[in-house]
């Protein structure tokens, strides 16, 4: 069903007064307001006129609460009777299938947010970087991260479904899973890309003016650019009809923390010189962190942007001396400079040139002979040198080997040498 089609579920009136409203959780939102934004003016106006004018309180009726009001200050009796679907657990997993420590809750959101940050942080372990005099604390699973991806759970779930929200926090991930599918043409593979849109719209307003997240549309790519800086893995999304998780993994192991130290301290680097790295730099670049090359297909896919857009990326990249193109403009792809290359060298999980990459090499020589016309049918080690990113020692151990498997036939010596398809030349 489209978008179109959902009433704001969050802005309904309900048949409740200021009864219902629990002052204390009226006293939370305003000691987050302040410590966001000490000289909002909300914060000079009476609870109730406060809460009308966030529309937490509708004015028709005598100020009744709307569901965005009740479940953000609401008595916790009153979140029972009118939204049983609300609620949310809480599991420190010790396996896939057991866990130590079991917290339920019912409480309005905000308490809620509080109380689930706290039994996270308290099983959060930090990795210390060292640069110079200067050290970073690099956490498990950074706060701001958790918060962002918690608040979307509740303010995107489905209070229509009796399930509650899942945090299950393991050793190496944590998993947040909220009742209700993507919203509005949202899915995994379009979540940073795709315009913000929510089945809650007003709830998601009043959280937006307290500041507790992000502006409209900037919560996710958030999310993705503080672990993409802290050298770890983006965050994961899975979704069904009646479900969304995403999932936060912190990279450790038995073994140790796990962070990407040298990433993690290029991108600091690069900030502290004032070069500071956007979003779609570190999804580029943790891209290449495990593959060889981008071309611009691929750059679509994981910018989650038009071609145009990622043309402009890669190209920015290449003018700033992050990336380099190889080969010819139909079949162009871009790989890491190699100043960026020889920093990040720990962190790549290939080298620029193995044996087993052989094959991969040979095979791209001979498509470019095929695409080339017959009369330009060869290549030099100089050309082999540009299409790969190779070592003149390593072109020519490249070409020697298909002259030895008879692909490619060497004519002339020294600087005029060329190497020819085999297949092409006459038997003579």
């Known amino acids: 069903m489209e978008a179109g089609a959902f009433a704001d579920f969050s802005s309904r009136t309900l048949d409740l007064g200021t009864e219902a409203v629990d002052r204390l959780e009226v006293e939370r939102l305003r000691r987050i307001l302040g410590a966001k934004e000490p000289g909002s003016s909300l914060l000079g106006f009476s609870d109730d006129e406060l809460l009308l004018r966030l529309g937490a309180l509708a004015p028709a009726d005598g100020n009744r609460l709307t569901v965005a009001g009740l479940l953000l200050v609401g008595t916790e009796a009153a979140l029972r009777r009118e939204l049983p679907g609300h609620e949310a657990v809480y599991l420190q997993m010790k396996s896939d299938t057991e866990y130590d420590r079991r ?14 940050s706290s039994a996270l942080e308290a099983h959060n372990r930090i990795f210390t970087l060292k640069m110079g005099l200067f050290h970073f604390e690099i956490p498990d699973f950074p706060e701001e991260v958790c918060r962002e991806a918690l608040v979307n759970a509740f303010t995107h779930r489905d209070y229509s479904l009796p399930a509650p929200v899942y945090l299950r926090h393991f050793p190496d991930r944590v998993e947040i899973a909220s009742p209700g599918g993507f919203f509005g043409g949202v899915n995994p593979d379009n979540v940073l890309g795709h315009e913000p849109i929510t089945r809650n719209r007003l709830l998601a307003e009043i959280l937006q003016r307290v500041r507790l997240v992000e502006r409209a549309g900037m919560g996710v790519k958030r999310m993705f ?127 620029v040139f193995q ?74």
Not at 403 to 409: A, D, H, P, Q
């Open 103 to 116: 917290v339920d809750s019912r409480r309005p959101l905000l308490a809620l947010l509080e109380q689930f």
């Open 225 to 351: 650019h503080v672990m993409l800086s802290y050298g770890k893995e983006p965050p994961g999304y899975e979704a069904g009809a009646d479900y969304v998780r995403v999932i936060l993994r912190s990279g450790r192991t038995e073994a140790g923390p796990g962070v990407d130290d040298s990433f993690a301290r290029f991108v600091a680097g690069e900030q502290k010189e004032g070069r500071e790295l956007t979003l779609h730099d570190l999804l580029v670049l943790s891209w290449l962190k495990r593959n060889r090359e981008i071309d611009l297909g691929e750059a679509v896919r994981i910018l989650q942007r038009g071609e145009y857009e990622a043309r402009e990326v890669i190209n920015s990249m290449s003018v700033r001396g992050l990336l380099e193109p190889f080969g010819q403009k139909k079949g162009r792809v871009y790989r890491l400079s190699k100043k960026v290359y020889s920093r990040l060298r720990k962190s790549v999980s290939y080298r």
């Open 355 to 428: 044996r087993a990459e052989a094959k991969f090499a040979e095979a791209t020589i001979l498509e470019y002979l095929d695409e080339m016309p017959e009369d330009k049918r060869f290549v030099t080690n100089e050309i082999v040198r540009t299409l790969l990113r190779l070592s003149p020692h390593q072109s020519g151990y490249l070409l020697a080997r298909l002259v030895r498997r008879g692909e490619l036939v060497l004519r002339g010596r020294g600087r005029s040498a060329r190497y020819y398809r085999a297949a092409s030349l006459p038997a003579s």
